[in-house]
């Protein structure tokens, strides 16, 4: 296995491993951690803003270790390199109003239970 740096904005992200890097590839295109991406936070900044370039490249020795004590300590097959936090842990699920983002004038909401 090797292991490889996914890099943003020319700033290592997180370090994973692989078989190959075809493998590799397609565990970086997995929908659901892209998500993920999109959602954590390092300096207040999203890790990655949707749109911008994920280069992928072999780790640097230093980062083979960081992601192996990282692997070690929490059973990681992904390890960031960078300080993350996710915003949606500060969030009381309760206080999160599903409709909230709903315009009660829109014009294509049709209601004829007059």
């Known amino acids: 296995m090797t292991v490889y740096v996914a890099e ?4 290592a992200i997180f370090a994973f491993d692989a078989a ?4 590799a ?4 295109a997995d929908r659901e951690f892209l998500g993920d991406l999109y959602v954590l936070q390092s300096n207040a900044q999203p890790l990655w803003d949707g749109k911008s370039e994920i280069h992928l ?12 004590a ?5 059973s990681l ?3 960031f390199l960078v300080p993350v936090v996710d915003p949606l842990k500060f969030v009381d699920p309760e206080d999160v109003d599903p409709y909230d983002d709903l315009d009660d004038d829109d014009d294509d909401f049709d209601d004829d239970r007059d």
Do not use: D, H, K, T
């Not at 190959?20 to 493998?23: F, I, L, V």
């Not at 490249?57 to 192996?68: F, I, M, N, S, Y």
């Open 8 to 11: 943003i904005a020319q700033r």
């Open 20 to 23: 190959n890097s075809q493998a």
């Open 25 to 28: 590839e397609e565990r970086l």
């Open 57 to 68: 490249r072999e780790a640097l020795p230093g980062e083979v270790e960081a992601w192996e």
């Open 70 to 74: 990282g692997r070690e300590a929490a």
């Open 77 to 79: 097959s992904r390890v």
